[in-house]
């Protein structure tokens, strides 16, 4: 099902996103946005994200997963290697704050190229996470709209199993 304008997926991009310039939201032929709260510190969901080798075990659309550059976990000149969605990519990370933000950048398939980023802001009751993908190309001209359904799901299954994954990393914790 894809999500309305009055969804947790919106066309609106946060403001709070440092985006590379070539992929700013603005001028992208394909945009797609998710939330989600999680009952978790940022700093567990943070762990999660930067361990991007564990991803296969916990994410349905990721496999072949490898760190290429300053690895073994995600830092903020690291290259990594993924398969989603059928394709391989080779994101470099360009914005890279602690606990809070985590952008990469990466070319597609037939000319196409984006930018993903993951922004957790810390609650009461633990954090809520934003997670934005910008596309351009001109192959999205034609796909464009498939390819944001198929994003929106994605990120949608991303999001809850990144929710499940760190909401019983806090159970497991030892009470303080």
């Known amino acids: 099902m894809l999500p309305d304008q009055t969804s947790p997926a919106r066309l609106v991009p946060d403001r709070r996103i440092d985006w590379p310039k070539e992929h700013e939201p603005a001028s992208a032929r394909v945009f797609a946005q998710n939330t989600m709260d999680i009952a978790a510190p940022p700093e567990i969901v943070w762990k999660m994200l930067i361990d991007c080798r564990r991803w296969p075990n916990w994410y349905c659309h990721c496999s072949d997963v490898s760190v290429l550059r300053d690895g073994p976990l995600l830092g903020a000149t690291s290259q990594f290697r993924f398969k989603t969605l059928g394709f391989y990519f080779e994101p470099e990370?360009?914005?890279?704050?602690?606990?809070?933000?985590?952008?990469?950048?990466?070319n597609g398939p037939a000319g196409t190229s984006g930018a993903h980023a993951w922004y957790i802001e810390p609650t009461s009751n633990g954090c809520h996470v934003v997670t934005e993908e910008s596309q351009r190309g001109l192959l999205l001209w034609i796909i464009g709209h498939r390819t944001r359904t198929r994003l929106l799901t994605a990120h949608e299954e991303w999001l809850r199993a990144l929710k499940v994954l760190a909401e019983n990393d806090v159970l497991r914790q030892p009470p303080a």
Request: glycine share 0%; hydrophobic share 55%.
């Open 93 to 106: 990370i360009v914005r890279y704050e602690p606990f809070r933000l985590l952008v990469w950048s990466a």
